[in-house]
Structure formats: C-alpha cells, structure tokens
C-alpha cells in the first residue's frame, strides 16, 4: 500500500451504521473497513466490467484473464461460476466456426421439408 491520504466523505447516516456494523464485526477501525469496503467494490467492479466485455464478445478468454490476473483455468472457473458461457479457441477461430454453424443453418432452413434435406 502507497502512503495513507487522509480523505472526508459525506454518507447518510444508515450507510455508516452499517460501516460501523461491519467493521465491529471484524474488530476493526472505521477507517480499515473503510478501505476494505472500497477495495473490494473496486474489485468486484472491475470483475463485473471484464465478465460484461467477455460476454459480449469484446474480449477473448485470455484477454480476460490477463485483465483479471488470473490463469486461463481460473478465468474459466470464474467464468463457469458466474454463469457465463465460455467461447474455446481463438477470436478469429471461433469467429469463423460460429459463421460456418450460422451458414448451415441458414441452409437447413431452405431444404425442403419431404426428407431430401441432409442427414443429422
């Protein structure tokens, strides 16, 4: 940890209490549970900002782990873990098989419907 600032902040009078909770829950100082109140939501922040970029496709798997720093296998737990499907192989790979997945389909949808489309 850098060296400590001394900040002020301004909160309504619930949100202390339950500061004040947490912290005598932990035995700790108001100013500890502090930092570890603001640590932890900048962490989780930053996980939800990385799982929304993966889930819409602006990232690949290790792209989202080097953001996290996690190992692939561990941002593939996570990701498992919240409940978000997880893409195999490259971008350009998936790209081409999810194209290629998108054009049968296509196809199958224009065979006639007597039996003469193909197999599955």
Do not use: C
Request: proline share 1%; glycine share 8%.
């Amino acid at each position: 940890m850098g060296q400590a600032v001394r900040v002020n902040a301004t909160m309504d009078e619930d949100l202390l209490r339950r500061v004040d909770a947490f912290a005598a829950e932990r035995y700790e100082d108001r100013s500890t549970a502090l930092r570890q109140l603001v640590a932890f939501a900048l962490r989780e922040l930053h996980k939800r900002d990385a799982l929304d970029a993966y889930s819409a496709g602006r990232v690949t798997l290790r792209e989202f782990a080097r953001a996290l720093g996690l190992e692939i296998w561990a941002a593939h737990d996570l990701l498992r873990a919240e409940g978000v499907a997880v893409a195999q192989g490259e971008r350009g790979e998936t790209g081409a098989a999810l194209a290629a997945t998108l054009r049968e389909l296509a196809a199958d949808e224009r065979q006639p419907a007597d039996g003469a489309g193909r197999a599955r």
